[in-house]
């Protein structure tokens, strides 16, 4: 169980569907103003027109208990009348929007067009599907992840979807990073000195992650903070739960292990958390430093996603 007495200031830093579901079980076992999620929005993208968002999606989806669960992406009870059409008039179909999701993408497309920033844009919709926790996205200015593959560069959605990632990929681009400012209230966040934890989801580092990491200033905020910094490995038994991260490692000529992680953020964490499978790794990775929690990370219940983000907070507290 969750200390009662401690006050916890969670900073969540989130991918797409591991991340979400850890940010659920801390959603949880965290009142509201105490966590504030911050989602990478790289991977976000113009299509038809519209402006997605898969990762603000599925933290908004998620928190809001109406996501589809088969897929990891999207809304539950989901019909695909719109993509169907779409595909008899002889428009592009490889990117799925689902009847009940192009709601979302049409409103916060609409809220930009207006001039609303893409934080209010979520903060609204946010309202609207009952979510009470804060979900940030990292940025309100424009970056996008490029994949440089052995044959062409690839935006994400291309490489990711399209591509069922299966182009060989040499060297990722944040295209806009160096002009990017972090999310105002995400910053704050970062910098507020009552911050009692900033934990990393098991999303992939190097798409997910990176991104928010890149953002200029934010690596030093990390650093400089003294709230501990935590990650969670989204490698377990020498494979990925879940997308690239395994395949991408390989090919960035890494090896594939919760170590390997462990080095990859390097001086950024003061924690590290692996799956019970890998206890064999802990005492290389306490070895450089880092405090390590050994548990099962491996999310398949609500009460999975509840057990971990209470072991990972009451972890934090050990940390200092
Ligand atoms: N992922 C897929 O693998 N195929 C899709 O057709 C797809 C559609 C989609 C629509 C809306 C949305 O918010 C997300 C969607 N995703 C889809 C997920 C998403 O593109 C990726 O999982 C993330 O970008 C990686 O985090």
């Known amino acids: 169980m969750l200390s009662k007495s401690s006050k916890h200031n969670v900073l969540n830093f989130s991918g797409g569907v591991g991340g979400a579901k850890l940010a659920l079980g801390l ?16 991977d976000d993208f113009d299509h038809f027109g519209l402006h997605i968002s898969p990762d603000l999606d599925t933290l908004m989806y998620t928190l809001g208990e109406v996501n589809n669960r088969e897929l990891g992406w999207g809304l539950d009870s989901e019909t695909w009348n719109m993509l169907e059409n779409l595909g008899q008039l002889g428009g592009e179909t490889w990117f799925q929007l689902g009847d009940r999701d192009m709601a979302t993408h049409l409103l916060r497309s609409q809220y930009l067009r207006e001039g609303l920033l893409l934080s209010e844009a979520t ?3 946010c309202k609207r599907l009952g979510v009470t926790h804060e979900i940030l996205p990292m940025t309100d200015h424009k970056v996008r992840t490029k994949v440089q593959t052995k044959k062409e560069m690839l935006e994400f959605q291309e490489y990711f979807v399209r591509q069922r990632c299966v182009p060989v990929i040499t060297d990722i681009h944040f295209d806009g990073i160096e002009d990017a400012l972090p999310q105002e209230c995400f910053e704050k966040r970062l910098k507020d000195p009552d911050l009692s934890a900033l934990i990393i989801g098991p999303s992939n580092p190097f798409v997910s992650v990176d991104p928010i990491i890149s953002i200029p200033g934010i690596r030093s905020l990390m650093i400089d903070s003294d709230a501990p ?3 969670v490995s989204p490698i377990i038994d020498g494979d990925a739960v879940k997308g690239p ?3 991408m490692m390989r090919e960035l000529n890494m090896s594939v292990s919760c170590s390997a992680i462990a080095e990859y953020y390097g001086d950024l ?8 499978r890998d206890a064999q790794s802990a005492e290389r990775i ?11 990370t491996l999310m398949r ?4 996603r509840i057990r971990l983000a209470t072991e990972i907070l009451n972890f934090s507290l050990t940390i200092y």
Not at 301 to 304: A, G, L, R, V
């Open 269 to 276: 964490l003061n924690g590290f958390v692996i799956d019970e």
């Open 229 to 231: 910094v935590i990650a």
């Open 301 to 304: 219940t609500i009460d999975d």
């Open 123 to 125: 903060s609204k919709l």
């Open 245 to 247: 991260a395994a395949k």
């Open 27 to 42: 959603s949880r076992v965290l009142p509201s103003n105490q966590l504030s999620v911050v989602a990478n929005t790289a």
């Open 286 to 296: 306490r070895n450089s430093g880092l405090k390590v929690l050994v548990t099962p």
